[in-house]
């Protein structure tokens, strides 16, 4: 019966994982750039900063992948290590309030969230329809899930060990914080083991006095996630998690001080035990935004001290990162082409990475920032010559026409790759540089319209590395698709920008020529990844050999 009952709890523990992942999932499709975008403004400022993480902690129902996501801007120089510990702070409060909404009884939104989700999943071709529906199917499974908690954690009211287990918790607050946050670090999410914590008060018979060390715990454990989850990253990456770290522990050893002395009101907040941890845990979030946001400076120097530099060797603090291509398969060329295209992915990963920060360049970028990104363009170079030796090697070999035309093709998108790097670096950033100089700024339309460009172009970057790597044939054809729908976007964005300068905006005729260089260079960009998905359509017979209408 005990075992029973544990693989309950267990799988329904499971399915809300791996729902908040497919909402999560859903959001980062439909607007992962946007949301991206939002994190980096927020080193603007504290408040910025807090807000903006807390607003897509509510989308992503995550403040771990906020972390994530912050770490890696943190990398590239974009987000220093203060005004992430404000995005951070931010999204803690965000992942508490996705909690407070989930506890909510919304059983009866379940079967409409199904039926539309599945709707737009099933029978809607469009791409971000489909995400849309992927999002709604996984918020009615986080519902679905929690009833399964809910009924899965019943039984334990009546277990005879259960008041044992609950005396014994709540007359030893740290054991139960340690336990809390081992239960958060092991599920990965702050959000589900809150949820379990409430499911076991409200239907275990778990006391308050118990539970609240435990959501106190879970937040800990949280905090350590991120800081694991970076754990193979830049040293810039791993200073913000361990900030936050240092922010929950403190703010929790005080919290459990001033729990033990001064009794907390929880029934003037709710006469729902479940309502009720919640409550404690919201509380905590928002006083730890209140009480820390000013000192995320001085965390930010202590984290420094920390977690000190390492000298990497000959003047360069980069990691140098080993090549795919390996010199030991290059007579076997089922193997050597492998190793090619995984050479290829991080060329293209690479030029990505140099892609992803072009609009806050064009809108404020700072000139060491600009170059150091532009330096990148030589290890673009680089590895495009090595693809090309490594491929021009194999070919010397015995192949199959198979292999030769395979072969062909990753060294013309090797090529192409290049050229996207030499677009990034000599014409988006060189913009950058020239309206920087200038003192030229985009009107708040063409600023819009550049920054939706943007974002259509780095999620096709995305799917044309997933086509390169899979082959898939549906992803080929979204790809080419997108093609055609920026090769439309292109000439809508010169037909408003011509009415902007038709009535005299100021802004939009001083960058005229930088706002149309913009749009051909993504244009170009997005041509160019788009161009792997080629040869897998002609292969399949789905392109047409001409866009001309035949002659009479």
């Not at 975008?37 to 807390?54: E, N, Q």
């Not at 044992?164 to 030893?172: Q, R, S, T």
């Not at 054809?477 to 997108?482: G, M, N, P, T, V």
């Amino acid at each position: 019966m005990a075992i029973v009952l544990f693989i309950k709890i267990l799988g329904s523990v499971m399915l809300l994982l791996y729902a908040v992942r497919m909402v999560r999932t859903g959001f980062e499709r439909v607007s992962g750039p946007a949301l991206k975008r939002t994190i980096i403004k927020a080193a603007s400022g504290r408040v910025a900063g807090a807000l903006s993480g807390m607003a897509v902690a509510i989308l992503l129902q995550s403040a771990t992948a906020v972390a994530v996501l912050a770490a890696s801007f943190a990398t590239s120089g974009i987000l220093s290590t203060a005004a992430g510990l404000a995005v951070l702070l931010g999204a803690d409060l965000g992942s508490s309030l996705v909690v407070q909404f989930l506890v909510f009884d919304l059983s009866w939104l379940v079967p409409l969230l199904l039926a539309i989700g599945g709707w737009l999943f099933l029978k809607v071709e469009s791409r971000t329809t489909k995400h849309a529906g992927r999002i709604l199917i996984g918020i009615a499974l986080v519902l679905i899930s929690l009833q399964l908690i809910g009924e899965s954690t019943a039984p334990l009211k009546e277990a005879q060990f259960m008041p044992h287990v609950a005396e014994y918790l709540a007359g030893d607050a740290s054991t139960a914080l340690v336990l809390g946050a081992v239960l958060a670090f092991l599920i990965h999410s702050s959000v589900a083991a809150v949820l379990m914590i409430a499911a076991f008060v409200q239907n275990a018979g778990l006391p308050l006095e118990a539970a609240v060390p435990l959501v106190l715990g879970a937040n800990v454990g949280a905090g350590g996630v991120a800081l694991w989850l970076t754990r193979g990253m830049d040293r810039k990456a791993r200073l913000m998690p361990l900030g936050n770290l240092i922010f929950r522990a403190g703010g929790a050893l005080i919290a459990m001080l001033l729990v033990a002395s001064i009794p907390l009101p929880l029934e003037t907040l709710s006469s729902d035990p479940a309502q009720q941890i919640v409550a404690v845990h919201i509380l905590f979030n928002l006083l730890l935004v209140l009480t820390c946001l000013p000192l995320t400076g001085p965390v930010a120097r202590l984290t420094e001290r920390l977690m000190p530099s390492k000298e990497r060797g000959a003047g360069t603090n980069e990691t140098v990162v080993k090549s795919a291509l390996d010199q030991r398969v290059v007579h076997v060329p089922r193997l050597a082409l492998a190793s090619a295209t995984r050479e290829l992915l991080r060329m293209g990963e690479l030029v990505e990475f140099m892609t992803r920060p072009v609009m806050m360049m064009l809108e404020n970028g700072d000139q060491q920032e600009i170059k150091r990104l532009q330096a990148m363009d030589k290890n673009v170079n680089r590895i495009h010559s090595d693809i090309k030796l490594y491929i021009a090697e194999v070919n010397r070999g015995e192949l199959t026409s198979a292999e030769a035309e395979r072969s062909m093709e990753l060294a013309s998108f090797a090529i192409n790759l290049e050229r996207a790097g030499d677009l990034v670096s000599k014409n988006l950033l060189e913009r950058a540089v020239e309206l920087k100089e200038n003192g030229i700024k985009f009107s708040r339309d063409g600023r819009v319209e550049l920054e939706n460009l943007h974002d259509r172009v780095l999620a096709n970057m995305q799917l044309a590395l997933n086509v390169l790597v899979s082959s898939d044939v549906a992803s080929a054809r979204e790809l080419i698709a997108e093609k055609d729908r920026m090769r439309q976007l292109e000439r809508e964005c010169h037909d408003r920008h011509l009415g902007r300068l038709k009535s005299r905006t100021p802004e939009s005729i001083d960058s005229s020529s930088v706002h149309m260089e913009v749009v051909r260079s993504l244009k170009e960009i997005n041509s160019l990844y788009a161009t792997v998905a080629v040869p897998i359509l002609a292969l399949e017979g789905q392109l047409r050999d001409s866009r001309l209408v035949p002659a009479e």
